[in-house]
Nanobody, 123 residues
Framework: EVQLVESGGGLVQAGGSLRLSCAAS????????IGWFRHAPGKEREFVAG????????DYADSVKGRFAISRDDAQNTVTLQMNSLNPEDAAVYYC????????????????WGQGTQVTVSS
């Protein structure tokens, strides 16, 4: 059974940091690109960051460049999203997703999804 399980969400003050993790099982993790998306109330789900299989390429939404960093540990089947300098606009449910092939920024390109973790940023 394929599973993606996010963790690390919570409440943080503006300017603070959170570290999200995505733990994968049930598929050959090292062969898959992983993306992080977020969905805030009243908004479309949007791409946040992605990392290719092997970790050789990453991609970020313009809104998070310089503040967020994605990394992967294929030995542990995990992907981490380090989020710094958080602001209220970053508040959303964050999802990790997996796809074969290269990173894409549209959510329909992903095969597997986690259940999400809530990030709340207080001003």
């Amino acid at each position: 059974e394929v599973q993606l399980v996010e963790s690390g969400g919570g409440l943080v003050q503006a300017g603070g940091s959170l570290r999200l993790s995505c733990a994968a099982s049930g598929f050959t993790f090292a062969d898959y690109a992983i993306g992080w998306f977020r969905h805030a109330p009243g908004k479309e789900r949007e791409f946040v960051a992605g990392i290719n299989w092997g970790g050789g390429r990453t991609d970020y939404a313009d809104s998070v460049k310089g503040r967020f960093a994605i990394s992967r540990d294929d030995a542990q089947n995990t992907v981490t999203l380090q989020m710094n300098s958080l602001n209220p606009e970053d508040a959303a449910v964050y999802y990790c997703a997996a796809k074969s092939g290269a990173i894409v920024t549209w959510d329909t390109g992903y095969d597997y999804w986690g259940q999400g973790t809530q990030v709340t940023v207080s001003s």
